[in-house]
């Protein structure tokens, strides 16, 4: 809040001695509706419930003609990033119980279906320059997600568009980037080695007894042959 102008722009000096733009102001905004909406102290709300009503009056009146917005907070030209910067703080405002124009948001929502380019379903930068971009298209997708559920039309061609060119991009991407494992000899896991059994150990192991069942102590025990002919003739 401290940044605030009374205009309701909120804008942060830079290390380098210039002030941000309407990205931070955009951002700002949003994060204001969202502590707003919270609602965890009254005398906080109430001076952060100004100062978000300032913000979002602001980016109202500096939205230009084609339903966008730019830099400076004034009527000029407009590109996408920022717009949605702006439909975001929008649209988090109106969560928070903001009051916010319709006409506002679906004019912003219109300057980005414009932006889209119907060569491959991407969005453009601006209006009239700038190729399809992977992270741009994404947030042109999203806000058209950010007027709600209730107002999204079904199967929107629009989105439909949107996403196809994402996930096409995203499967090109990868496959470009992809390169077979390598597995060296000396990278290999060594298979596992069995002790050999020594005529030693096998001889103790043939001295050992075996251990007579429990079922087996019950049996009667057989004779050996010396007992059964009465041992060997004297």
Same mark, same amino acid.
């Given at each position: 809040?401290?940044?605030?102008?009374?205009?309701?722009?909120?804008?942060?000096?830079?290390?380098?001695?210039?002030r941000d733009n309407m990205y931070g102001h955009g951002f700002?905004?949003?994060?204001?509706?969202?502590?707003?909406?919270?609602?965890?102290?009254?005398?906080?709300?109430?001076?952060?419930?100004?100062?978000?009503?300032?913000?979002?009056?602001?980016?109202?009146?500096?939205?230009?003609?084609?339903?966008?917005? #730019?830099?400076?907070?004034?009527?000029?030209?407009?590109?996408?990033?920022?717009?949605?910067?702006?439909?975001?703080?929008?649209?988090?405002?109106?969560?928070?119980?903001?009051?916010?124009?319709?006409?506002?948001?679906?004019?912003?929502?219109?300057?980005?279906?414009?932006?889209?380019?119907?060569?491959?379903?991407?969005? #453009?930068?601006?209006?009239?320059?700038?190729?399809?971009?992977?992270?741009?298209?994404?947030?042109?997708?999203?806000?058209?997600?950010? #007027?709600?559920?209730?107002?999204?039309?079904?199967?929107?061609?629009?989105?439909? #568009?949107?996403?196809?060119?994402?996930?096409?991009?995203?499967?090109?991407?990868?496959?470009?980037?992809?390169?077979?494992?390598?597995?060296?000899?000396?990278?290999?896991?060594?298979?596992?080695?069995?002790?050999?059994?020594?005529?030693?150990?096998?001889?103790?192991?043939?001295?050992?007894?075996?251990?007579?069942?429990?079922?087996?102590?019950?049996?009667?025990?057989?004779?050996?042959?010396?007992?059964?002919?009465?041992?060997?003739?004297?």
């Open positions: 809040c401290e940044n605030a102008r009374d205009t309701g722009y909120i804008s942060v000096m830079g290390a380098g001695g210039s700002a905004t949003l994060f204001l509706s969202e502590a707003y909406g919270m609602g965890m102290h009254k005398d906080v709300d109430s001076r952060v419930g100004e100062k978000l009503r300032k913000a979002i009056k602001l980016i109202v009146r500096t939205q230009n003609d084609a339903g966008g917005w #730019r830099y400076q907070p004034q009527k000029s030209n407009a590109d996408l990033s920022i717009t949605i910067c702006q439909i975001m703080a929008l649209r988090a405002a109106r969560n928070a119980g903001i009051s916010v124009p319709r006409q506002t948001m679906d004019r912003a929502i219109a300057y980005v279906r414009r932006c889209q380019n119907p060569a491959d379903g991407g969005f #453009r930068y601006m209006l009239t320059s700038g190729g399809s971009a992977f992270a741009r298209s994404a947030a042109g997708v999203a806000s058209l997600y950010y #007027r709600g559920a209730d107002e999204i039309e079904q199967n929107d061609p629009a989105i439909q #568009r949107g996403l196809d060119y994402l996930m096409r991009l995203q499967r090109t991407t990868a496959k470009a980037n992809w390169t077979p494992p390598v597995v060296s000899n000396s990278t290999a896991p060594a298979r596992a080695q069995l002790p050999k059994e020594s005529p030693t150990n096998t001889k103790q192991m043939a001295k050992v007894p075996r251990k007579r069942s429990r079922l087996e102590s019950t049996l009667p025990q057989k004779s050996s042959a010396a007992e059964t002919t009465g041992g060997p003739a004297k």
